[in-house]
């Protein structure tokens, strides 16, 4: 053991200052290069890292140019008769320098896999950027920012060539561990190089080992807290029976205007409607912009030009400038997987949005309320990752409610459950929705979830409206081909006008009586599978005989795949598509071809 154990001292604290300088500089840096998405980013993401890259000596040389006394650092210190050149200082810095680079990509990649979707949610519930670092980003990047933290720490124990070019080895002032490794393997003192080699293994592999051991038990306690709450959960028993009262707490003269346009280099949003119903479904196929929109409204993304208002508040008007970012919107935006901070509790999670200075008396109290209303009650203390899937839905639905929004956005909320939850869940949804009495928007790609919950309709395709209405009018006489196949209209054909009240349809191969004034700009005519009408009377209008050509079975129904006036040559070779019950097609399939089949003029969809 050497006499001198000054290195060691001089190390702990050169590292330890330098890690305090790069824990801020780097998690700052992180931070903001996470949200960069300027020209420069490539260029000041490479200046970051260069210390990782370049060897410790030429980091060093262009440390000595740069604090030296010729050097722009070291001509304005000398004005102050400082140096930082062959001090302890000069060490600090060295070592801050190439353990910078450690700090700031793992916390940029600790950070980067945090859900998106979690810092949106937070926005629109009205969190500021501050508080969306502390209470959401910081916390679930946190293990990763320690191992961070502990790397940088070590990486600046063992830094060498730079700190021997701008330090120097002063023994006793800027003499580091692995320059007395060093000098003393050059000395022959072999001894004292394998102490300090040693001292330097087992300060930094502590430090990791340490890390590992307190993730370990972090996650643990986790697992444990969660059984331990549900036991308490268990034994509780509730003293009285809250009535049931309105999920939201104010009630709004509701009044959506939105009149955007989004250019992407892929797509083109260009949607205008004014709505105050409850709710509006927005129907469309995947890519049609219905999420886009929401997004717009909700603040996360900025409209190219346009005007979006709210209960006579303006959220977005590009010729005005105005752009209110979404803590300030009052919307509540549930998005598809449903974005619950998994770091938080049920009821820490629905508190987030609560209005900030209620005492924690009123919280539990607000708190209590949404899960009874949503018939969760008891579940406060359980994670996100302790629930079901339909849980965690209500649970989020709750969170957006107890934030009091003007505006309620439903980004596709069943798409992550199974078919029985599905139905179970629905049902929910529209008793909730029922008592709700802002703006509800409802995203979709379901027709039949959007006929259930949505009175109203907007069904978009490739980013405008291609019809905007009341369910029943857009099932049943649907403007275009398009808004006709989204809302589960199987057959199509062309359609040539004979007469007022007569059309041909060329693809069919058969001329249709139609009841209805034809339009002069009909394009198409079309008819539902379950529509289409099965008969023994031949002499009726719009009757045809009829093949089968194959099925389609599904639990309950047959879907027939149908050749007028002729038998069929293949299997592609058809005219229409019906659909009967099974039950229905047990007592007829072994009749004998041709049956007949009838398209009641009722039926008969005309589209331009």
Same mark, same amino acid.
């Given at each position: 053991?050497?006499?001198?154990?000054?290195?060691?001292? /001089? @190390? =702990?604290?050169?590292? $330890?200052?330098?890690? #305090?300088?790069?824990?801020? !500089?780097?998690? *700052?840096? +992180?931070?903001?290069?996470?949200?960069?998405?300027?020209?420069?980013?490539?260029?000041?993401?490479?200046?970051?890292?260069?210390?990782?890259?370049?060897?410790?000596?030429?980091?060093?040389?262009?440390?000595?140019?740069?604090?030296?006394?010729?050097?722009?650092?070291?001509?304005?210190?000398?004005?102050?008769?400082?140096?930082?050149?062959?001090?302890?200082?000069?060490?600090?810095?060295?070592?801050?320098?190439?353990?910078?680079?450690?700090?700031?990509?793992?916390?940029?990649?600790?950070?980067?896999?945090?859900?998106?979707?979690?810092?949106?949610?937070?926005?629109?519930?009205?969190?500021?950027?501050?508080?969306?670092?502390?209470? /959401? @980003? =910081?916390?679930?990047? $946190?293990?990763?920012? #320690?191992?961070?933290?502990? !790397?940088?720490? *070590?990486? +600046?124990?063992?830094?060498?060539?730079?700190?021997?070019?701008?330090?120097?080895?002063?023994?006793?002032?800027?003499?580091?561990?692995?320059?007395?490794?060093?000098?003393?393997?050059?000395?022959?003192?072999?001894?004292?190089?394998?102490?300090?080699?040693?001292?330097?293994?087992?300060?930094?592999?502590?430090?990791?080992?340490?890390?590992?051991?307190?993730?370990?038990?972090?996650?643990?306690?986790?697992?444990?807290?969660?059984?331990?709450?549900?036991?308490?959960?268990?034994?509780?028993?509730?003293?009285?029976?809250?009535?049931?009262?309105?999920?939201?707490?104010?009630?709004?003269?509701?009044?959506?205007?939105?009149?955007?346009?989004?250019? =992407?280099?892929?797509?083109?949003?260009?949607?205008?409607?004014?709505?105050?119903?409850?709710?509006?479904?927005?129907?469309?196929?995947?890519?049609?912009?219905?999420?886009?929109?929401?997004?717009?409204?909700?603040?996360?993304?900025?409209?190219?030009?346009?005007?979006?208002?709210?209960?006579?508040?303006?959220?977005?008007?590009?010729?005005?400038?105005?752009?209110?970012?979404?803590?300030?919107?009052?919307?509540?935006?549930?998005?598809?997987?449903?974005?619950?901070?998994?770091?938080?509790?049920?009821?820490?999670?629905?508190?987030?949005?609560?209005?900030?200075?209620?005492?924690?008396?009123?919280?539990?109290?607000?708190?209590?309320?949404?899960?009874?209303?949503?018939?969760?009650?008891?579940?406060?203390?359980?994670?996100?990752?302790?629930?079901?899937?339909?849980?965690?839905?209500?649970?989020?639905?709750?969170?957006?409610?107890?934030?009091?929004?003007?505006?309620?956005?439903?980004?596709?909320?069943?798409?992550?459950?199974?078919?029985?939850?599905?139905?179970?869940?629905?049902?929910?949804?529209?008793?909730?929705?029922?008592?709700?009495?802002?703006?509800?928007?409802?995203?979709?790609?379901?027709?039949?979830?959007?006929?259930?919950?949505?009175?109203?309709?907007?069904?978009?395709?490739?980013?405008?409206?291609?019809?905007?209405?009341?369910?029943?009018?857009?099932?049943?006489?649907?403007?275009?081909?398009?808004?006709?196949?989204?809302?589960?209209?199987?057959?199509?054909?062309?359609?040539?006008?004979?007469?007022?009240?007569?059309?041909?349809?060329?693809?069919?191969?058969?001329?249709?009586?139609?009841?209805?004034?034809?339009?002069?700009?009909?394009?198409?005519?079309?008819?539902?599978?379950?529509?289409?009408?099965?008969?023994?009377?031949?002499?009726?209008?719009?009757?045809?005989?009829?093949?089968?050509?194959?099925?389609?079975?599904?639990?309950?129904?047959?879907?027939?795949?149908?050749?007028?006036?002729?038998?069929?040559?293949?299997?592609?070779?058809?005219?229409?598509?019906?659909?009967?019950?099974?039950?229905?097609?047990?007592?007829?399939?072994?009749?004998?071809?041709?049956?007949?089949?009838?398209?009641?003029?009722?039926?008969?969809?005309?589209?331009?």
């Amino acid at each position: 053991m050497p006499l001198d154990l000054s290195p060691l001292w /001089i @190390s =702990l604290k050169t590292s $330890l200052l330098a890690t #305090v300088i790069t824990f801020f !500089l780097g998690l *700052a840096a +992180a931070y903001w290069m996470l949200g960069y998405d300027g020209k420069a980013k490539s260029f000041i993401e490479g200046i970051f890292v260069a210390p990782l890259i370049l060897p410790p000596t030429v980091v060093g040389f262009l440390l000595l140019l740069f604090f030296g006394k010729n050097g722009p650092v070291g001509k304005l210190m000398e004005r102050f008769d400082f140096t930082v050149v062959f001090t302890w200082y000069g060490a600090a810095i060295a070592a801050t320098v190439v353990s910078f680079p450690l700090m700031y990509k793992t916390a940029l990649g600790a950070l980067a896999q945090i859900d998106t979707n979690l810092l949106r949610v937070g926005r629109t519930l009205g969190a500021n950027e501050s508080t969306i670092f502390w209470r /959401i @980003s =910081l916390p679930l990047a $946190l293990p990763g920012i #320690v191992a961070a933290t502990t !790397l940088a720490f *070590a990486r +600046a124990l063992g830094e060498f060539g730079a700190t021997l070019m701008l330090a120097g080895n002063i023994p006793g002032q800027t003499q580091t561990m692995p320059m007395a490794i060093y000098f003393a393997v050059e000395a022959g003192a072999m001894e004292e190089a394998w102490f300090w080699a040693i001292a330097i293994m087992i300060i930094s592999l502590s430090g990791i080992i340490a890390v590992n051991f307190w993730q370990e038990l972090r996650e643990k306690g986790r697992r444990r807290d969660g059984v331990t709450r549900e036991e308490a959960r268990q034994s509780r028993q509730i003293g009285q029976e809250r009535e049931s009262s309105s999920l939201a707490a104010q009630s709004f003269n509701a009044g959506l205007y939105v009149d955007i346009e989004k250019r =992407l280099p892929s797509f083109h949003l260009q949607i205008s409607f004014n709505t105050n119903e409850q709710p509006l479904g927005l129907l469309g196929g995947s890519g049609a912009g219905k999420s886009m929109i929401l997004r717009c409204i909700a603040g996360i993304e900025t409209p190219t030009k346009g005007r979006i208002v709210l209960n006579d508040r303006v959220l977005f008007d590009s010729e005005k400038g105005i752009n209110l970012p979404s803590r300030d919107r009052h919307i509540g935006f549930l998005v598809q997987n449903y974005a619950l901070f998994p770091h938080m509790t049920v009821a820490q999670n629905i508190a987030f949005g609560l209005p900030k200075g209620l005492s924690t008396a009123s919280i539990r109290v607000q708190v209590e309320e949404q899960l009874l209303a949503m018939q969760l009650q008891g579940l406060g203390d359980r994670y996100p990752h302790q629930l079901s899937g339909g849980q965690q839905q209500r649970i989020a639905l709750a969170r957006a409610l107890a934030s009091q929004p003007e505006a309620l956005l439903l980004d596709e909320p069943f798409s992550a459950l199974d078919t029985h939850l599905r139905s179970q869940l629905e049902q929910q949804m529209a008793k909730t929705l029922a008592n709700y009495q802002g703006v509800t928007l409802f995203v979709t790609h379901n027709m039949e979830e959007a006929y259930r919950l949505c009175p109203n309709l907007l069904v978009l395709e490739r980013g405008e409206t291609a019809h905007h209405g009341s369910k029943y009018e857009i099932f049943q006489r649907p403007a275009t081909v398009g808004v006709a196949q989204i809302t589960g209209c199987k057959n199509f054909s062309h359609a040539v006008i004979q007469s007022l009240q007569q059309v041909e349809a060329t693809d069919w191969d058969c001329t249709l009586q139609i009841l209805e004034p034809i339009n002069s700009k009909l394009s198409y005519i079309g008819i539902r599978a379950h529509q289409i009408l099965f008969t023994k009377d031949p002499n009726q209008e719009n009757t045809f005989k009829c093949w089968v050509v194959r099925t389609s079975e599904t639990p309950h129904r047959m879907t027939l795949f149908l050749k007028l006036h002729s038998a069929a040559n293949n299997s592609q070779d058809y005219h229409l598509q019906a659909e009967v019950f099974k039950e229905k097609w047990i007592t007829m399939k072994d009749q004998p071809f041709p049956w007949y089949v009838r398209l009641d003029p009722l039926c008969l969809i005309l589209m331009e």
